[in-house]
């Protein structure tokens, strides 16, 4: 609860964290069933109830208690007020004017509004209307058509009918629905109707190695060399061409996955029912929904049948709202508290409802926040290796002009086209031509990997930033856990515990008792009982699909649970039913945390073996506490007891035992009563009832997380969980994934179970764990949070922990933005998830956005860098670990495409000495050859390095510094030792041919530069057969270091250099491709400007072998460095690990040691209920036959067995 403060401030917390702050400030969890910090004397005893963090059901906390259902709704509940001494963070942790903007929008605030309703407020309402103009949504001041106001949901069911000329009955006719449609647009977002390829390739165009390709060209045709032109504009064109048509795919089938999942909606037309797309819904429409339906548009419910709605994607609440059709008092109510509207892209759990439409595209709440993150997301946004490989392009671009310069310098400017064109050719080897599309298509593929492993790449470079991740923030439910709530453990008097084995929502599994499964056919009469309860008071559904061949659930998460649980035994709603009438129900009440629904049961009922035969059954459900203070009897397997003092302890400390594993428990009962009407009092019904027992529910962890989140610890990389729920339900499940130590979970559970469990009277109580703020110095031991705690911590306190918080409990929006930037602050790599409108914020803000493809909305997918299609943190692990592999793998490509580039300007240069008798510097390579080289022969085997599998111990190294580069200084040290190397002795052939073979310069001729057949230059033979020898050298150089590169620091000698089967098909591609070009006529002298060789293929093997000799002693060099360092760094650990043994003084005593460094073996022991429940001496005979013997006790077999009860 949360009391209304008489002093109006400036300072209160926004809408979207009233409910939070009512949880986190003024409840316990009720899990350990503590209950509200409540003052008796001034609250009154009917609402001094225990607002539990996680309702025991899932419409617990969905709405404030004034709007439980149609006939519930004060007529004099003040306004809202919080704590201000909790508020203050919310101004710490938006210090950005677009977050805080984005954050108003969400959240509901207008300073508009907030000014308006202060002028409006009268003295003798100050503090309301205080708590109002704080939280005015600004939605009542975005203008919808021509100026409507927006403040739909205190308006009466006439006025929003007359607001929008609409009829209850017949709805829109078809000429009214074409007006609205043309005069509001479809409902759709802006922008989603399709992407502009035209922004894709300016992206491609502007990248800079393309501009300095560019230039190259223009240079080119100055020079008219045709050749060289067309095949610079081939290079152009072919990078471009394959990084626009992945980006344009990627983008094509996140299109797709949008109209997949596109809803239909149900309007009522001319009187007739229509099911039409959402996006022809228009303002003014009649629309029904239905439990399973997704909302069409911002809706105002005008009629209501048990309805409850979904909006965690909007709201952050965990659990679904209450809804229903009266008008609210309050005009400036935050979103979560508009119990009368319903909001696009929210889901409907339960119930039916009749609505008006009041919004559609993007005049809708979630339309605004889509298009305040569309505003925020038209600035570029490039990763760090896009940023670096720009700069490099125009550093190589510099160097091209300066040795531009040096060449036409030799040449004494004289601009000659001999000059110009071996400019030109130094320009051209500089640059790397192939790397912007062998690190294109490398990603590709690594998109395509990725695909096929259930992860969509939105954006190419994303692929990169992913090696570099050190933390990962990631969602729990369905991302960490299966998403479904299971029943995991099952307890009834007066101390059986049984396993439920299976997760999820098929029927599969078994019922356990002491690691022996229980008999279908011959059930003990209180879990029978327990579980045909279980059944029949329950309002979800659970179908398995022929076609699809799974199974299907609608309803509340926590009543699929029960149903899936009843079904493992046999045991179905429907045919329990055939023997049974639903006489009444009495609807889940906030207040009083309870349902029940009668039944009258024929003579062929097998509740009939338990309960009496005459009058009727009423079955009752609901938070343990408040069922216990209800029962006056407990049914055992022998009969029914009463319910005494020592039964009330064995109930606190099973509930206890089930909460301290992060349990959500609920209480069975039921009642015979003699007759039943709506006009009865519910306290005259709910009472006097027998208690069946308790069940635990939870969301189970998937079984692959625990191993993807110990992959990740091994990799360095700290993982976080970041949830809506509980701090008890988070830590259980942190524990249980290994996010968290053991010791954790034993501490907390240590905490509930003195913690008293629940007392008879516990509703009247206070509640004496209010959780506290952490202090900075109590902070750094600290490793779950809740939402409040973390946002009391100011940017310095954050700052100065040792380590931020690995779980964060009741997590909201804010709190994800604020994680984000404490570590950006750490110059830390995050990847974030989210599936929620709310979450786009901190999806965009970290380095990758990740959002979920089967629960996200379309606004978290638009914002995120990768979509997740199964929602499982094992995807993003596997994301990970190919980031990883691609960035290795771009590193040794770049290596060799840069050792290429490198030895081409060695011998270029060098070359510009070798001078004819006019003069004329002869190039030892022609362009085309340079570019052949860089291109056609280079490529292949890059690409080949850009698909190796990874190494073995990519996930057990620490990521890579986010300051570093690509090129490392020992990567810089490799490209300048095998380029220079291979400069070298390229250059060594090409003076062996001139002067071992010719005389020397006297052979030069300036003519030899020009094209033209061998027969009319007989002068240039020797200088055509050197550049045969040096392109044939070049050509095995180059392919002999793609093997090379592939492990850097490994000599190839020590592995098998054969099992890339795409470098063996690139290298023998490009030796045949090379041979024509020496051995064609009129395409070796004309095109190339070399000629056939035969004996000179002695000097090329020569070449060939002593490169590899001295490539394998510089790596075999390198590698054992690298043993040594890990030699020594495994001999430091074993030391550390061996205990040291005491030693003996003089006097022979045992002298003190050091503490060994092996950790102390955990006492894995939970403290055990000592309460001993006396035999039953007042036992009520079962009506049925029974052979049973004594309960005896039972344990859960589990790595934390729970306690004997």
């Known amino acids: 609860l949360i009391c209304s403060c008489p002093t109006a401030s400036k300072h209160t917390r926004p809408p979207l964290f009233h409910r939070h702050m009512g949880k986190d400030d003024v409840t316990g969890p009720s899990d350990s069933l503590t209950l509200d910090k409540t003052d008796s004397a001034a609250v009154p005893a009917t609402t001094a109830t225990a607002t539990a963090e996680e309702p025991p059901l899932s419409s617990a906390a969905a709405a404030p208690p004034a709007a439980v259902s149609d006939d519930h709704v004060p007529e004099d509940r003040p306004d809202r007020e ?51 103009s704080s939280s005015t949504s600004s939605s009542t001041k975005r203008r919808r058509g021509k100026g409507r106001k927006t403040a739909f949901h205190i308006q009466t069911r006439e006025q929003i009918l007359e607001e929008f000329n609409a009829n209850a009955e017949r709805g829109l006719t078809a000429a009214e629905v074409a007006a609205r449609l043309e005069k509001y647009g479809r409902n759709e ?113 005008i009629q209501a049948t048990n309805l409850e709605i979904d909006e965690a994607m909007l709201t952050g609440e965990s659990v679904p709202a209450i809804k229903t059709s009266e008008p609210r008092e309050t005009l400036a109510e935050p979103l979560g508290d508009r119990v009368n509207m319903a909001y696009k892209n929210t889901i409907v759990t339960k119930g039916l409802g009749l609505c008006i439409v009041v919004g559609t595209g993007m005049d809708t709440e979630v339309g605004g926040i889509a298009e305040l993150l569309a505003e925020s997301s038209s600035k570029s946004e490039k990763t760090d290796l896009q940023r670096r490989l720009d700069k490099m392009g125009y550093v190589l671009f510099a160097f091209a002009v300066i040795l531009g310069l040096v060449v036409l310098a030799v040449d004494k400017f004289r601009f000659t086209e001999g000059s110009l064109l071996y400019a030109i050719s130094v320009g051209v080897a500089i640059i790397p031509e192939g790397l912007v599309a062998v690190m294109t298509v490398t990603m590709a593929l690594g998109v395509r990997r990725m695909a096929g492993k259930n992860a969509i790449v939105r954006k190419l470079a994303a692929l990169e930033a992913l090696g570099s991740v050190t933390n990962i923030c990631s969602d729990k439910t369905g991302t960490l856990t299966m998403g479904k709530m299971t029943t995991v453990n099952i307890w009834t008097p007066p101390q059986n515990t049984y396993t439920v084995s299976g997760a999820g929502i098929v029927p599969e599994g078994t019922i356990s008792q002491d690691n022996v499964p229980v008999e279908p056919n011959n059930l003990p009469p209180a879990l029978n009982m327990l579980l045909m309860s279980a059944s029949l008071n329950n309002h979800s559904s659970l179908t398995f699909k022929e076609d699809g061949a799974s199974w299907v659930s609608t309803g509340d998460p926590t009543e ?308 997740l299609m199964d929602d499982n943190f094992a995807t993003i692990v596997v994301a990970v670990r190919e980031g990883r592999r691609i960035f290795e793998n771009i590193r040794k490509f770049a290596v060799h495409l840069m050792c290429c580039n490198l030895s081409q300007i060695i011998v270029l240069l060098v070359a510009l000495a070798f001078r004819s008798a006019d003069g004329v510097s002869i190039f030892p390579m022609s362009p085309l050859q340079i570019l052949w080289l860089n291109l056609l022969t280079g490529s292949p085997p890059a690409l080949a390095l850009g698909v190796e599998e990874a190494s073995k111990d990519i996930m057990t190294t620490p990521p890579r510094p986010k300051s570093e580069g690509l090129f490392t200084r020992l990567l810089l040290s490799d490209i300048f030792f095998f380029g220079t190397l291979k400069g070298v002795i390229v250059l060594c052939t090409w003076i062996l041919m001139l002067y071992g073979v010719g005389n020397g310069t006297s052979d030069l001729h300036g003519e030899c530069n020009e094209d033209g057949p061998i027969e009319n230059k007989p002068q240039c033979e020797l200088v055509y057969r050197a550049r045969s020898v040096v392109f044939a050298t070049f050509t095995l150089l180059i392919l002999l270091l793609g093997y090379e590169c592939r492990r850097l620091s490994k000599p190839l000698v020590m592995s098998n250099p054969f099992n890339n089967k795409y470098l063996n098909y690139a290298t023998i591609f490009c030796v045949a491709l090379a041979i024509p070009t020496i051995y064609i006529p009129w395409i070796n002298d004309e095109v190339f400007r070399q000629t056939i060789i035969g004996w000179e293929w002695g000097i090329v093997v020569g070449a060939v072998v002593v490169y590899f000799v001295l490539c394998e002693i510089y790596k075999f060099i390198k590698y054992k460095k690298k043993v040594d360092l890990k030699y020594r760094n495994m001999k430091i650990t074993e030391l550390r690990e061996v205990k040291i043994k005491p030693k003996k003084n003089k006097k022979g005593q045992q002298a003190q040691t050091q503490a060994t460094v092996q950790p102390e073996q955990p006492t894995d022991v939970i403290p055990t209920s000592t309460t001993a429940v006396p035999p039953p001496t007042d036992v009520i005979p079962l009506p049925g036959p029974t052979t049973l013997t004594a309960p005896g006790p039972s344990t859960q077999d589990n790595d934390e067995p729970l306690p004997v009860l």
């Open 560 to 867: 699929v649970a029960l149903n899936v649980v009843a079904r493992k035994i046999g045991i179905v709603k429907t045919d329990l039913e055939a023997n049974a009438r639903l006489e009444g129900e009495l609807l889940f009440d906030a207040t009083i945390k309870r349902m029940s629904v009668i039944y009258r049961l024929d003579e062929k009922s097998p509740l009939l073996q338990y309960v009496p035969r005459d009058g009727l059954l009423m079955l009752c459900k609901g938070a343990p506490e408040r069922i216990v203070t209800a029962c006056s009897f407990a049914m055992t397997n022998d009969g029914v007891i009463p319910m005494n003092d020592f039964m009330r302890s064995a109930t606190a400390d099973a509930n206890a035992s089930l909460a301290s594993n992060g349990l959500r428990v609920l209480g069975l009962a039921w009642r015979s009563i003699p007759a039943f009407n709506e006009e009865m009092p519910r306290d005259s019904l709910e009472t006097e009832m027998t208690l069946i027992g308790l069940v635990g529910i939870q969301d189970p962890p998937r079984q692959e997380s625990a191993d993807a989140v110990a992959e990740c610890q091994k990799a360095g990389i700290h993982v976080h969980m970041l949830t809506g729920d509980h701090d008890t339900t988070a830590r259980a499940i942190a524990v249980s994934v290994g996010i968290l130590p053991k010791e954790d979970l034993r501490s907390s559970r240590s905490v509930l179970k003195h913690s008293g469990g629940f007392r008879p009277d516990a509703h009247l109580r206070p509640n004496h764990h209010h959780p506290m703020p952490l202090s900075k110095s109590q902070a750094h031991d600290w490793h779950v949070m809740t939402s409040h705690q973390l946002s009391k911590l100011t940017d310095e306190d954050l700052d100065g922990l040792s380590q931020l918080p690995l779980v964060v409990a009741r997590c909201s929006p804010e709190n994800k933005v604020q994680l984000v930037d404490a570590h950006h602050r750490r110059h830390h790599t995050v990847a974030m998830t989210g599936d929620g409108v709310n979450d786009a914020p901190s999806i965009r803000r970290a380095d990758i956005g990740i959002a979920m493809g089967v629960g996200g909305s379309d606004v978290a997918k638009q914002a995120a860098h990768i979509v």
């Open 189 to 301: 977002f802006k922008g989603s109707g399709g992407l502009n390829p035209w922004k894709i390739l300016l992206g491609h165009v502007s990248n800079s190695l393309t501009v300095v390709l560019a230039i190259a060209l223009i240079l080119s045709a100055i020079a008219q060399e045709v050749i060289e032109v067309v095949v610079i504009a081939v290079i152009i064109i072919f990078n471009v061409s394959v990084g626009f048509f992945q980006e344009y795919r990627s983008e094509k089938t996140m299109d797709a996955l949008k109209k997949m999942s596109s809803p239909k909606a149900t309007v009522i037309r001319d009187g007739q029912k229509e099911v039409i797309d959402t996006g022809l819904v228009v303002p003014g429409d009649l629309v029904e929904i239905q439990e399973g339906d997704q909302v069409p548009a911002d809706l105002r419910i």
């Open 82 to 132: 919080v704590d201000h001494d909790a508020v203050d963070v919310e101004a710490a942790s938006l210090p950005r004017k677009k977050k805080v903007k984005f954050f108003d929008r969400l959240r509901g605030k207008s300073s508009a509004g907030s000014d308006s309703s202060s002028s409006s407020s009268s003295s003798s309402s100050t503090s309301s209307s205080s708590s109002t």
